[in-house]
């Protein structure tokens, strides 16, 4: 279906995690891009209440979405702590859907915040992968290298110093020796 893949703003592709949602022409501020689709899975039944995977959408206390299923392509569009699109969760029609909350340009990637649980069950022990967290980590190292580079400096200031205050002192004695000898 040529027709209807090409109506949609949207393409899945490689990106830094591996896959992701990408646009594919602008998409405006307040767009509804796509619905994250799946199977309800009913919290009072108990083998659904067990099913465990990546893909679970908590819709409210009873009802999960298991957009695990291959048709569920916002299954693609990965976290960001700063995303450009979120989720817009419908608990009574039992619908979520990705809106974008910025307006996004051809080629950037969709991303939204998959929120607290998630983060910490998942993305905490890896550490996050998202540009602002990556770049974080980047001006963290970048501070602890010039951190590093100061304190080697402080340590060979403070070992010249102890060198010429040696030799200082050597000259103090010498002088004294000297003056007491001029006063004999
Ligand atoms: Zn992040």
Redesign the pocket.
């Known amino acids: 279906m040529p027709a209807t893949s090409s109506r949609k703003p949207y393409r899945v592709a490689r990106s830094r995690t591996g896959l992701g949602l990408f646009a594919t022409r602008e998409i405006k501020k307040g767009t509804r891009i796509i619905e994250y689709f799946g199977r309800m899975l009913d919290c009072k039944i108990k083998e659904q209440d067990e099913i465990e995977n990546k893909y679970l959408f908590e819709l409210n206390g009873r009802w999960t979405i298991d957009g695990s299923v291959r048709r569920n392509i916002a299954r693609y569009a990965n976290h960001?702590?700063r995303p450009n699109a979120e989720s817009d969760v419908q608990p009574r029609n039992r619908k979520v859907y990705i809106q974008a909350i910025k307006t996004i340009q051809p080629g950037d990637e969709i991303t939204y915040d998959y929120g607290k649980d998630y983060f910490n069950s998942y993305l905490k022990p890896i550490g996050?992968k998202?540009p602002?967290?990556e770049n974080k980590r980047k001006i963290a190292r970048a501070e602890a290298r010039v951190a590093k580079k100061r304190a080697k400096a402080r340590a060979e200031k403070r070992a010249l110093k102890k060198m010429n205050g040696h030799a200082l002192n050597g000259h103090a004695v010498l002088d004294k020796g000297r003056k007491g000898a001029k006063a004999r």
């Open positions: 960001a702590c996050c998202c602002h967290c």
